[in-house]
């Protein structure tokens, strides 16, 4: 059976691949690392790509999973990049968040998780249902801060314009984290959020059943 490496959002886990349904191809998570410090995002790619054994790897990333995906691809030469609500370049990175980088905002006010700010969070994410706010509060609750502060700084920061030649990108059209209209995606699902890997999990199946 071939095998997907996947890479989940900040601070998620495999949890967030649970409820897809793949043919013949089996989901094997890439474990987020911790960060050394001032790591660059390169040499982080570089060292998660060592749990691939493929030559030429099927990889498929959510969210700031996509921009490592993209990152592995420039070590690994990957069959197939899927992206899932994530953004293919620094370009693509919406204007509020270019300008939060620019001012250096999340070294000034780190994120931390507060429960008073949970509806806004959930509300950006796209969480609806309450099985879905409670696994978005278990990532807020338990990522390392460590990693936290450094994945928000190189989403923040990221200076990406190379892609895959065999790219896809999988996006919702009500995401609010990376707006559609900054993005050009190959896959649009109607009324996904950017947690649509938990709502919409049928229509991403068949997506990414289709790409490969």
């Known amino acids: ?4 490496y996947c890479i989940s959002g900040l601070g998620a886990d495999e ?7 793949i043919k013949d191809h089996l989901i094997v998570p890439l474990p987020w690392l911790m960060p050394g ?5 390169g040499h982080y790619a570089a060292r ?22 993209i990152e592995i691809a420039k070590i690994v030469n990957a069959e197939k990049v899927i992206l899932i609500s994530s953004i293919k370049s620094s370009g693509e ?7 939060s980088g620019q001012l250096r905002l999340n070294r000034i006010f780190p994120m931390r998780s507060f429960k008073i700010m949970e509806p806004i ?6 969480a609806e ?17 460590q990693y936290t502060d450094w994945a928000i700084n190189e989403v923040l920061h990221w200076q990406n314009t190379w892609q895959p030649s065999s790219l ?22 109607k009324g996904g959020g950017h947690f649509m890997i938990m709502n919409k999990a049928a229509e991403i199946s068949t997506a990414i059943n289709e790409v490969i």
């Open 15 to 21: 949890r967030a691949f649970g409820r897809l349904q």
């Open 121 to 126: 969070q959930n509300i950006f994410l796209g």
């Open 129 to 145: 249902g309450k099985d879905e706010k409670e696994m978005a509060r278990s990532y807020r609750k338990n990522a390392p801060q």
């Open 93 to 99: 990175l919406p204007a509020w968040l270019r300008r």
């Open 1 to 4: 059976m071939k095998k997907i």
């Open 168 to 189: 896809f990108h999988i996006h919702g059209d009500n995401d609010k984290m990376f707006p559609i209209k900054y993005v050009s995606p190959t896959h649009v699902v």
């Open 37 to 41: 410090a001032n790591e660059t995002i």
């Open 48 to 69: 998660m790509s060592t749990g691939i054994k493929e030559e030429s790897p099927l990889l498929m990333g959510l969210s700031f999973g996509g921009m490592m995906s």
